[in-house]
């Protein structure tokens, strides 16, 4: 028997309208995926009957986004678009020209409503796996943890940068598999400086075009996802 949490079991009353008899299908955020039997719906708790669970496994690759936070409610839909493409982790970076500034306390509050956030996108697509959101950080920081990655790449405008499906096919090439961790960069508006870039590609990350337009950051980061997804998840 499960029994919803109180957010979720106002959601599943008065926004779904779940009646007792009726079968929902239930993800916890860590792969697993409960079919389940609406047991008892009261003002505060909804009571379920699991009828069958399995397990989801993770995808063959871990990808990190590493996003430069922009302002207002755009990196919501940057966390949103990242679920729903199954992004292991979401570094919001404060970068030079990023000018959003946060308090401690600023800052368990966006955790917070980003993790909400993709919890309702995971829940609209499907993907029982939940990524993993961490606290707003510089780049130094971020570049200070020498993460190694198989692959890393960075979305920029400078000459010479090759198109990402081409790197990621040369890898395959080079390696005979394809790379199982990986971080894709995306700047804020105005991307980063020139000395961002190339501490970020000195770290090992590949400069990499994103088009012949120049792209909003959200929209910069949806194309690559997207891309790497393709890339990733097509057949040998």
Do not use: N
């Not at 069958?52 to 993770?58: F, G, I, N, Q, S």
């Not at 961002?196 to 990499?208: C, D, F, K, S, V």
């Amino acid at each position: 028997m499960l029994t919803l949490p109180e957010r979720e079991a106002w959601h599943a009353q008065r926004v779904l309208r779940v009646v007792p008899g009726q079968q929902v299908t239930v993800l916890d955020g860590q792969g697993h995926q409960f079919s389940c039997q609406v047991a008892e719906v009261s003002r505060k708790a909804v009571r379920l009957a699991v009828l069958d669970a399995k397990t989801v496994p993770l995808l063959p690759y871990s990808l990190t986004l590493v996003q430069a936070v922009p302002r207002g409610k755009v990196f919501d839909t940057i966390v949103q678009k990242a679920t729903e493409l199954a992004t292991s982790r979401i570094v919001p970076l404060l970068s030079a020209r990023v000018t959003v500034r946060l308090d401690q306390a600023q800052v368990q509050s966006k955790l917070a409503h980003w993790r909400q956030t993709a919890i309702e996108a995971m829940k609209q697509c499907g993907w029982p796996w939940l990524p993993r959101i961490e606290p707003p950080q510089t780049l130094a920081e971020f570049l200070a943890r020498h993460e190694p990655f198989d692959l890393a790449v960075v979305g920029c405008l400078q000459p010479g940068s090759r198109h990402l499906g081409g790197i990621v096919r040369q890898f395959y090439l080079q390696r005979g598999r394809r790379p199982q961790t990986l971080a894709a960069w995306i700047g804020p508006e105005g991307d980063f400086t020139p000395e961002e870039l190339a501490a970020i590609q000195a770290a090992g990350a590949q400069p990499t075009s994103l088009g012949p337009t120049v792209l909003r950051t959200d929209t910069a980061a949806v194309y690559c996802l997207a891309v790497l997804s393709c890339e990733l998840q097509a057949p040998d």
